[in-house]
């Protein structure tokens, strides 16, 4: 069970030919300690699944790094897990499948027997028994949210990198996933670095040691805010403790005040071509 620092060095990023289109990151600092769990959250639009691209090595920063542990990434790497909101499986493979390419492909090495074994116990611990053989395209959107989960542990990453993972599931489904990931993820003797990405300030406030708010695009790191609630976290708890509702209003009237500036500069922007 390893893990790893993630630092964000000075991080921008312009898309378009040769990066002189639209600017999406502006100077992105962060550090992430040791098995610390980060949430960044932000307007739409800031840039945050753009940062766990980069991260994840999918898309090289226009200037600024990534290092991992201090090591500069360079591209994908399997000391990275990732889940996404909708495409972290592979649609032509079972869920046992998919977890035991995944533990093939993270390990390098193995005996076939011990992949499926350790495959066989995380599917067990997110509750697909019954879907092992399953194809993702036949699996609920809470289903497959699990399978990626199973898939992401089972490779035994040095950091997660997770977008928006259950922003697609019902609020049943999103308490259900919630608590599984908090279980799995506090379980282990060394927990595992995290930066998740979210709209949601309770479910940032409930997962996360810390939250990082972004700017509207160009996205920055805006503000950093610690969460000082001790774990294990209670739903029940958190919604009738002062200091949570004052932390959630705080994150809101950030997020709120964003939120005016920008469509105050779309306006002018409009203004400007009427
Ligand atoms: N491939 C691309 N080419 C050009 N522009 C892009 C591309 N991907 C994203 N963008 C733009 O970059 C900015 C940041 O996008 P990104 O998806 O990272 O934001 P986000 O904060 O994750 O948004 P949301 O919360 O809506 O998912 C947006 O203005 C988006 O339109």
């Known amino acids: 069970m390893e893990t790893a620092t993630i630092d964000l060095k000075n991080l921008s990023l312009s898309y378009g030919n040769n990066g002189t289109g639209h600017k999406a990151l502006s100077d992105v600092n962060l550090s992430i300690e040791n098995g610390e769990f980060i949430s960044l959250i932000g307007p739409s639009g800031c840039g945050k699944s753009t940062i766990i691209d980069v991260?994840?090595?999918?898309?090289?920063?226009?200037?600024?790094?990534?290092?991992?542990?201090?090591?500069?990434?360079?591209?994908?790497?399997?000391?990275?897990?990732?889940?996404f909101q909708d495409y972290s499986l592979f649609p032509w493979m079972t869920t046992f499948e998919n977890v035991c390419f995944a533990i093939e492909h993270a390990k390098k090495t193995g005996e076939r027997r011990d992949i499926e074994k350790t495959a066989q116990e995380f599917i067990e611990l997110v509750g697909l028994e019954k879907f092992k053989n399953a194809y993702p395209g036949t699996l609920s959107g809470g289903m497959r949210q699990r399978a990626s989960i199973a898939r992401m542990f089972s490779m035994d990453p040095k950091v997660f990198l997770m977008d928006e993972p259950f922003g697609a599931l019902d609020s049943l489904n999103r308490i259900y996933m919630q608590d599984l990931l908090l279980h799995l993820w506090s379980e282990g003797e060394q927990r595992k670095t995290v930066l998740f990405v979210t709209h949601d300030i309770d479910e940032a406030l409930l997962l996360s040691d810390k939250v990082a708010i972004m700017?509207?695009?160009?996205?920055?790191?805006?503000?950093?805010?610690?969460?000082?609630?001790?774990?294990?976290?209670?739903r029940k708890d958190l919604s009738i403790d002062p200091n949570y509702l004052a932390l959630k209003s705080h994150l809101l009237s950030v997020l709120y005040g964003e939120m005016v500036e920008e469509i105050e500069k779309q306006e002018k922007e409009l203004e400007g071509f009427a």
């Open 55 to 83: 991260v994840s090595g999918l898309r090289p920063p226009s200037e600024g790094s990534v290092l991992i542990d201090g090591a500069r990434v360079k591209g994908p790497g399997t000391d990275r897990g990732t889940v």
């Open 215 to 234: 700017t509207p695009s160009p996205g920055r790191i805006k503000e950093i805010i610690e969460v000082p609630f001790s774990r294990p976290r209670l």
